[in-house]
């Protein structure tokens, strides 16, 4: 008997060590997938509704006057300037700042707003549907 749970315990111990492999496997390709899914854009939001309209942006934005939400959903057609409630850094290289007033200016108390790679969230109080402006800037 004993030699018989020595058996099944060793069987035991390789299908975990097989598992453990593969779910690491999993995890590190998922890693790889992530990184090649960036796409360079800051995906800004008009609500924080799963149907919301959003517009991307990879550059900088001196103001967002004349820019209205692109995709279908809540808010399609709005002006994107003062109605963002979330936005979500789809770049892995830099961060997002937006600004609650135009051409980036963020003198004296104005508030902005960072979005560092891969965070996805509302705005600050500051700027959540009071946004004018945006930029980006290299991290690590």
């Not at 006057?65 to 808010?75: C, I, L, P, S």
């Not at 609650?100 to 109080?125: C, I, M, V, W």
């Amino acid at each position: 008997m004993t030699s018989a749970r020595r058996m099944v315990g060793s069987l035991a111990v390789a299908a975990a060590l097989v598992a453990g492999t593969t779910v690491l496997a999993t995890a590190q390709a998922s890693a790889q997938t992530q990184r090649a899914d960036w796409d360079g854009n800051i995906y800004l939001y008009y609500s924080a509704s799963s149907n919301s309209s959003w517009s991307k942006y990879a550059g900088w934005v001196d103001d967002f006057a004349g820019h209205t939400f692109a995709a279908g959903g809540e808010g399609h057609g709005l002006r994107v300037k003062n109605n963002v409630n979330r936005a979500w850094n789809n770049d892995g290289n830099y961060a997002a700042r937006i600004y609650y007033n135009e051409y980036q200016n963020a003198s004296g108390n104005a508030p902005y707003d960072d979005f560092y790679p891969g965070e996805s969230r509302q705005l600050n109080s500051g700027v959540r549907n009071n946004n004018a402006s945006m930029s980006w800037w290299r991290v690590g």
